[in-house]
């Protein structure tokens, strides 16, 4: 499949790319055991992701777009490979300095929002950067500056069970990008969502990925979410077939 970059968004991002990668890995291999089934979840996996990028990950079901996520990311181990995020190779770290080092240069959006229903939509925005060390004050300073560029300000004070779906969806982004991460991990962030709110959330990635040069991987279904990155990465049984 062509490259497609149909978003202006995208275009102008794509000139603003600086040469440094920020994700290389080199043979990455997944293996799940259990007793008597394994399979071979990533089987080989090689990639080279730029500062700046926005790529999708795309594929069909059960070819191994969570796993390479989850292993690319630091949540999953791998069985063998290599992981370099920011020139700080993931293997290197024990697992106090690679939870730090996700709290700081990584941010995470997933399908199901993983908002904690008790806490308000603030409250849920700024639990990374309390986790991180920052004053409460701070925090919430940051928080509602975040939920207003996601349009979110006016329900900041609702519970994420009074919100709809796509504002869930956009407490989630603000919650992920509230510490403006290096890196932003989004597995189908659009998957539960309507055409108008996936359009909506596009908007708000590629535009946070304009004005701050963060690098987005997003793994996607959806060819509508391929076409508004800068490059679709193709996998199928566990390996990267076009990238
Ligand atoms: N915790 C696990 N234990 C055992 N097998 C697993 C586990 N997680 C994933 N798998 C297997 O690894 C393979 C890849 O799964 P993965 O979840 O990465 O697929 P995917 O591409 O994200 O699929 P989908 O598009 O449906 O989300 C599948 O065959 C799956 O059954
Ligand atoms: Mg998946």
Redesign the pocket.
Known sequence: MPKKTQHKSSQSNVKRRSANSVIICKNVVKI?K?TNIT?T?LNGVDLNIKEGEMVAIM?P???????LLNCLSGLDSMDTGSVSLQGMELESLSDDKLSEFRAKNMGFVFQSYNLLPVLTTVENVELPLLVSGSSAKEARKRSEAKLDDVGLLDWKQHLPGELSGGQRQRATLARALVNDPAIVWADEPTGNLDSTNEIEIMDLLTDLNKKNNQTFVI?S?SDYVGGRTNRIIKMKDGKVVKK
């Open positions: 799940y259990s399979v979840a594929g079901s059960g070819c191994g777009k969570t796993t793994v279904h």
